[in-house]
């Protein structure tokens, strides 16, 4: 064989490898109000063919024409369309889940009920289903229709604290078009006053460990400054502590791998999530890389406030979903 025949032939190959494979196709539901246009559009970002607002009657269709072995597939299907059911939704589910020639993926975008009026009040947007009825009827009437869709999603993201930007890099995490991609990492410090970061698979907390809070001099400053840290690290308890955390992740973080895990999210909190959580946060990120995973890092409030370069108030970065 020559060598362009071998060149010519490899690429066939090639071709029929990526024909063969199995095609990807992600469902995105949730609320109306939730992000499914963010989320549509991060996917298409992404390398997804993207469609909006589907007839359930028409997926099968559509996966058919458009071979999502050649190009990955994400759908929008809400309450919007026209044959919407809960259980017709459930049933075209299962039907695809069978198919040996696709990976299928639920992600139901769920957010709170204030939240979603203050969109819907902002913007002005009817509610779907708030026709006949007042904007919180309608999201509690769509919240029970969804219930079951919800229950049986792959990937549930509660977009209530979330930016635009925070709703795109969850979707890459769990989406990117990277088959032998190792497991990513995200750490992110937080306030416990501020609320639970809904999105975190693990949640640690480091509130028993001292508080540069109490010292004037630190107060002002972040985990990020080397006193602020130093104060920290200088607690008796710390060194323990963190060596049984590592301890803790070292045989979780392969398992998770092995179960396709794609994203796992590691939340560190402390009172004001100032500046236990932001030093403790930014020393796990660096175990992490040390162990060869990739990792992502944020500090919830100091991104909030705009404290990570001592800047005044500012908005969360990259927009919010409303």
């Given amino acids: 064989m020559t060598p362009d025949a071998a060149s010519d032939s490899a690429a066939a190959d090639a071709g029929d490898a990526a024909v063969t494979a199995r095609g990807r196709v992600v469902l995105v539901t949730g609320l109306s109000g939730a992000g499914m246009s963010v989320a549509l559009k991060a996917l298409e970002d992404l390398g997804y063919e ?17 071979d999502p072995r050649r190009r990955p597939l994400a759908l929008v299907i809400d309450s919007r369309t026209r044959d919407f059911s809960a259980q017709n939704f459930l049933d075209e589910l299962e ?17 709170g009920d204030e939240v979603l009026q203050r969109r819907f009040t902002e913007t002005r947007r009817r509610h779907p289903l708030a026709e006949d009825r007042t904007v919180p009827d309608g999201i509690q009437r769509e919240r029970a229709l ?5 229950e049986e999603s792959d990937v549930t993201i509660d977009t209530t604290q979330l930016s635009i930007h925070d709703l795109r890099r969850i979707l890459s995490g769990h989406f990117k078009r990277d088959a ?34 109490y010292d004037p001099e630190l107060r002002p400053l972040t985990g990020l400054n080397p006193a602020v840290a130093a104060r920290v ?5 710390f060194p323990a502590f ?19 895990k794609s994203y796992l999210t590691i939340a560190i909190g402390c ?13 796990l990120a660096g175990w992490l890389k040390e162990q060869g995973l990739r990792v992502n890092l944020s500090h919830r409030e100091l991104d909030r406030q705009g ?15 409303g």
């Fill in 50 to 66: 993207a469609v909006d607002n589907l007839r359930l009657s028409l997926v099968r269709a559509l996966i058919r024409q458009a």
């Fill in 95 to 111: 039907e695809l889940r069978r198919r040996d020639d696709l990976e299928v993926s639920l992600v139901f975008l769920d957010c």
């Fill in 146 to 150: 969804l219930f079951p869709l919800r």
């Fill in 180 to 213: 032998h991609a190792a497991l990513q990492v995200f750490v992110t410090s937080f306030s416990f006053r501020q609320g639970l970061p809904r999105e975190a698979d693990l949640v640690f907390d480091v509130r028993f460990l001292v508080n540069p809070h």
């Fill in 233 to 237: 690290e200088s607690d008796p308890d």
């Fill in 242 to 260: 963190f060596r049984n955390l590592t301890e803790l992740l070292r045989p979780l973080l392969p398992r998770y791998n092995q179960e396709g």
């Fill in 271 to 283: 009172t004001g999530g100032k500046h236990r959580s932001v030093f403790v946060a930014e020393r």
């Fill in 307 to 321: 404290l990570r370069t001592g800047a005044g108030p500012a908005g969360t970065a990259g927009g919010n979903l």
